[in-house]
């Protein structure tokens, strides 16, 4: 941006500041440098920049009235432009957009703004407003960390049954714009199975119900909450969900099974498939994360163990005892293992996955950073995957460990750096997740299985869509959004984002 076009955009955030002050207070509008900076990324950890401010409404009404000031400015900024059409300072003047903002953990940049954006966070949009435990329902502010919820109606014997490993951080409505999935999602279904309901305020500023927000029954109209889940961010800013309440299961079995390669242990993923039973989670962990997870948990696990299956089961208990036996005595049977532990004991279960959803934490002994990629391919293409996967990573010098949804084919190779000590890693990182995005899609994979597009993955688009495709699609963000200011730059690639 030229400094003419900086000094009109900062005329206009001023102009823009003055009306916000009528409404805010002055703990709501956070514009120092501290605040852009720590508000420039999410857990994306290679993509940043800072947005013009932050700002933190404390319900929907705040938020239609933030989004009514930046369209009001928008129209000044277009009348300036008009009127001085070949001044350098109103060439290259965009207007003014916004980025809603959960709690950060996205992994694809989408909560990330640029010079021209105000990021929305619904950080104290926290409340469950109610709930309903006749009809498993619940009516919540999207800035709901997703564990809290669960944890208001747990003495109902219900939860939020969609459980990313960020849980305990991450909000409903980030979970809602990115489609979220988890470790029991296999079985229970991603966050679109469990949303009835939406209040929104789009990119105009107003107030709109979608879905059976007030109702929370299913009827025959288009199912406009349920379209809007995945949409991240592009589609306006989610402050209030009709979501559903699940029952938490009466018991549960959990397995580790040590293998000693990735390709016999996703052999046994296929057979319990294949022999149609459905385990609630079906995760793989390689050796690589196996390493770290080691050190920082101190497990006790067979020596030469390559790859780990944790296979869940859940319901009722007769049924899942007689499941599990099965499991043991007509599946596992046929392939080498090296180990099996099989637990019904709360604590040990919840250690097992306290190691499976801390294995990010575990990399933080091995490297400061570390950069989860999110890459599908089908369930039978996983060793293929994996061994390729592998050599990409060894050809581009990189520490890789890789763990798995893999009843979904759903990997996650983590690469593990230091920029400090190797300048140039991150350059190389870029490379190899262009190949392992390429290698997906030849294996008959999709682009993200969890995580989103955002800017990490918008270039990537045209791997999978047409031309078509992806005019088809823009078309539909802009009936929600026609001048694009509701997280512009995510989803799309700049040759069909004019406007980005
Ligand atoms: C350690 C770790 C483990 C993870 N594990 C999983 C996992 O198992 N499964 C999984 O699916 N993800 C996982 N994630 C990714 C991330 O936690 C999820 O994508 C989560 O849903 C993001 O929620 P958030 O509140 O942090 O959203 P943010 O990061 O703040 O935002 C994400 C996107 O949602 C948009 N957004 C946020 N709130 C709203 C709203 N109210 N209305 C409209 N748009 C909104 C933002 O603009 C942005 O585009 C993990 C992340 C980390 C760091």
């Not at 294995?359 to 890459?375: E, K, R």
């Not at 593990?416 to 490379?431: G, S």
């Amino acid at each position: 941006m030229s400094v003419s076009t900086t000094i009109s955009l900062a005329k206009f955030l001023t102009k823009l500041k003055n009306l916000l002050k009528d409404f805010l207070s002055q703990d709501q509008i956070l514009d120092q440098e501290i605040d852009r900076f720590l508000y420039e990324t999410d857990a994306t950890s290679l993509f940043k920049n800072q947005a013009a401010m932050v700002l933190l409404p404390n319900n929907t009404n705040e938020v239609a009235k933030i989004i009514q000031a930046i369209n009001i400015i928008n129209l000044e900024i277009k009348e300036f432009k008009q009127e001085n059409i070949f001044k350098p300072e109103a060439k290259n003047l965009s207007t003014i957009n916004f980025v809603a903002r959960g709690a950060g953990t996205g992994l694809s940049g989408g909560a990330i703004g640029k010079e021209s954006s105000v990021i929305i966070s619904l950080a104290r949009l926290n409340k469950l407003i109610s709930y309903d435990a006749f009809n498993r329902t619940a009516v919540v502010e999207t800035g709901l960390v997703n564990a809290h919820l669960s944890a208001h109606t747990k003495s109902q014997k219900l939860h939020f049954s969609p459980d990313p490993s960020s849980q305990e951080a991450c909000t409903i409505g980030g979970n809602i714009a990115e489609n979220a999935g988890g470790i029991h999602c296999y079985k229970h279904g991603l966050t679109s199975d469990q949303v009835l309901g939406l209040e929104i305020v789009t990119a105009q500023g107003q107030i709109e119900y979608l879905g059976e927000f007030h109702a929370g029954f299913k009827n025959s109209r288009l199912d406009l909450a349920r379209f809007f889940v995945g949409s991240e961010g592009t589609f306006g800013i989610a402050t209030k969900a009709l979501v559903k309440l699940q029952p938490i299961p009466e018991s549960f079995i959990t397995m580790q099974i040590s293998f000693d390669s990735i390709a016999e242990a996703t052999k046994f993923i296929s057979a319990v498939i294949k022999a149609a039973f459905r385990p609630t989670a079906l995760e793989l962990i390689d050796s690589g994360a196996i390493e770290a997870v080691k050190a920082a948990y101190q497990l006790n696990l067979a020596p030469k163990t390559k790859a780990i299956v944790l296979l869940e089961l859940d319901g009722n208990n007769s049924e899942i005892v007689e499941e599990a036996k099965l499991i043991r005595e007509e599946i596992l049977i046929n392939f080498q293992i090296l180990d099996l532990k099989t637990t019904q004991d709360q604590n040990e279960r919840k250690f097992l996955w306290k190691v499976r959803k801390g294995t990010v934490a575990a990399f933080g002994q091995i490297a400061p950073f570390w950069y989860l990629y999110d890459a599908v391919v089908p369930r039978s293409k996983i060793p293929e995957a994996m061994r390729e996967i592998e050599k990409i990573s060894d050809k581009y010098k990189l520490k890789l460990a890789t763990v798995a949804h893999a009843a979904d084919g759903n990997l996650h190779p983590n690469f593990l750096y230091d920029p400090d000590k190797d300048p140039e890693v991150i350059e190389r990182i870029h490379q190899a997740s262009h190949e392992i995005m390429q290698l997906c899609i030849q294996l008959g994979g999709v682009l993200s299985g969890e995580h989103g597009i955002g800017l990490e993955k918008k270039e990537y688009m045209t791997f999978m869509f047409s031309s078509q495709e992806l005019e088809l699609m823009y078309s539909i963000r802009k009936i929600f959004d026609p001048d694009v200011i509701s997280n512009p730059d995510k989803i799309f690639p700049i040759r069909i984002c004019k406007e980005c």
